[in-house]
């Protein structure tokens, strides 16, 4: 089945440094994917929404100054929390969907922690 | 509007227990419906789907019918394992777009 890729799977930084997560898709092309974010013990928060070669659409309430994506290729999204803080930290997971028509399934990322010190 | 409810948590059961865990939606127009399984430390997994009404979507001894005339998409099995222990998401995505629209999550642990 298809495979997504999220890379780093745990990361701990410093208050005020920015992180880069990656999402690649690595046996299908996905023209879009997408970026949430999860709490503890809640669902999925749909931060973005990112298609190739475009700009991110961003969910309401999501600063977009503040979360940096990018989709420079129908494999590979990434997200880049710019100026970290402790309230930053959270799980967060991607997902892509196959640009064939009539694949309407999302594939999920492992996620990545991140833990803002 | 899209969205998805989904049974409160956590569930505890003994192992070889049936298992249901509700989830009702609502939507514009036809969508495809999903379950997703997350464990411990993970992202979420396809568990199975359903894509038009009647259907009935299966996996590793876990099923749900897709029940347009209730709006239903119950996960159930019938005699669950210890390895099942993990958090199940209900799901719809309309079909209009890729938008998938999430239940908030039930948890199940499942004790020997």
């Known amino acids: 089945g298809a495979v997504v890729s999220q890379h780093p799977s745990w990361v701990i930084c410093k208050s005020g440094t920015s992180v880069k997560i990656e999402c690649r898709s690595l046996?299908?092309?996905?023209?879009?994917m997408f970026w949430y974010r999860q709490f503890p013990k809640q669902s999925l928060m749909l931060m973005a929404t990112?298609?190739?070669?475009?700009?991110?659409?961003?969910e309401q309430g999501v600063e977009k100054d503040k979360f940096l994506i990018n989709h420079a290729s129908l494999t590979l999204s990434t997200l880049t929390v710019t100026s970290a803080h402790p309230e930053d930290s959270s799980f967060y997971i991607c997902?892509?969907?196959?640009?064939?028509?009539?694949?309407?399934?999302?594939?999920f990322g492992a996620g990545t922690r991140l833990s803002v010190l | 509007g899209n969205s998805v409810t989904q049974m409160e948590g956590p569930v505890t059961l003994s192992e070889e227990a049936f298992l249901t865990i509700n989830c009702t939606y609502t939507?514009?127009?036809?969508?495809?419906l999903f379950w997703y399984v997350q464990y411990p430390g993970e992202g979420l997994q396809l568990l199975l789907k359903?894509?038009?009404?009647?259907d009935k979507g299966s996996n590793k001894g876990f099923e749900a019918t897709y029940r347009k005339e209730t709006t239903s998409f119950h996960l159930e099995k019938g005699s669950v394992q210890v390895s099942d222990s993990a958090v199940y998401f209900c799901?719809?995505?309309?079909?209009?777009?890729?938008?998938?629209?999430f239940g908030t999550g039930t948890s199940l642990t499942v004790i020997p």
């Open positions: 359903a894509t038009k009404a009647d």
């Open positions: 997902s892509a969907s196959e640009a064939r028509t009539g694949k309407n399934i999302q594939y």
């Open positions: 939507a514009t127009g036809y969508p495809s």
């Open positions: 990112s298609n190739e070669g475009s700009k991110a659409t961003y």
């Open positions: 046996d299908f092309q996905a023209t879009t």
């Open positions: 799901a719809l995505t309309p079909n209009t777009g890729n938008q998938f629209y």
